[in-house]
């Protein structure tokens, strides 16, 4: 898995600072240059505070998708173009997948489903010591401050707005945070460690702790070793892309036909379930089955590709 790119030569570790330092000056050329474009629909208000109570919400809407652009998808390629001459092929992504493999990354997201929520449920019971009182008060002001922004943002009674906030929520953050999680920094913890199995652990914490939300980390955390063990046995990005987007996508939709703001819905509070742990087992067993599918379905599609060349 060499790097054919002018920096490609780079040791991994310095590769993984080339792409933090990538992500920042990315996302501040992308929100200024957009920040500029906005001027004449928007006025100042694009460089006053972004808090949701006051701004507007169209801003709100467009400066959320900036952030996306510039954090993760230009500063994907951006890097993916350093690391090789032809940044698609770095990052897995010159060919279409077969309409099967899509279909079994959507029934996998589905299946996953009761295992995200014992994985909720369990962060919702995690404490900080008392000594910590205070941090943990802060980081639920924090999720309950991000939590109002995505209802927000959600909170429309159209079907467009419905399919925008799919292009936003779903279409954009798919491709975006797939290309940096499972594309690029899960290929370089593979050539750092050597590991398969490390790199998917340790992009899976970091596509965690990226979202920011302590008492959403485990279920993001399981849905990010799915989506990289998706990687690992298709060698296609689309596939956990495709993934991602039915994931929320469907998460987009169901908020938008149970009523929006005005159902109560929350996507990241459940209410405790006795025994969840069987249909969780149940989960893992299924899920485990579909990925041996999809392994199996891909190594066909590789050896047929093999024939046709040979």
Known sequence: MKDEGVLGSLHPFLKFLLLGLVMVVSTLVVLFIGMLVALPFFGTAVFESMDPKSADINLLRYVQILSHLGLFITSSLVF??????????????????????????????????PMVYYFTMINQMLTLPESLQGIENWMRRAEDSAQEMTRLLLDVSTVQGWLFNIFMIAVIPAIGEEFIFRGALQR???????????????????????????YGFLPRLLLGLV??????????????????????????????FAGGADSGLDMDSLPEIPYAYIPAILSAILALFLFRLLARREGENERRREGARG
């Open 227 to 256: 989506l990289g063990y998706m990687m690992v046995y298709t060698g296609n990005i689309w596939v956990p892309v495709f993934a991602h987007f039915f994931n929320n996508a469907l998460a987009v939709t169901v908020f938008f």
């Open 80 to 113: 993916a173009f350093l690391m090789d001459r032809k940044p698609f092929v770095y990052l897995q992504a010159t060919r279409i997948p077969k309409g099967k493999s899509l279909l079994i990354s959507a029934v996998i997201m589905l299946v996953v489903i």
């Open 188 to 214: 370089i913890f593979r050539q750092w460690t050597g590991s398969m199995h490390v790199a998917v652990i340790v992009a899976a914490i970091l596509f965690s702790a990226m979202h920011m939300q302590f």
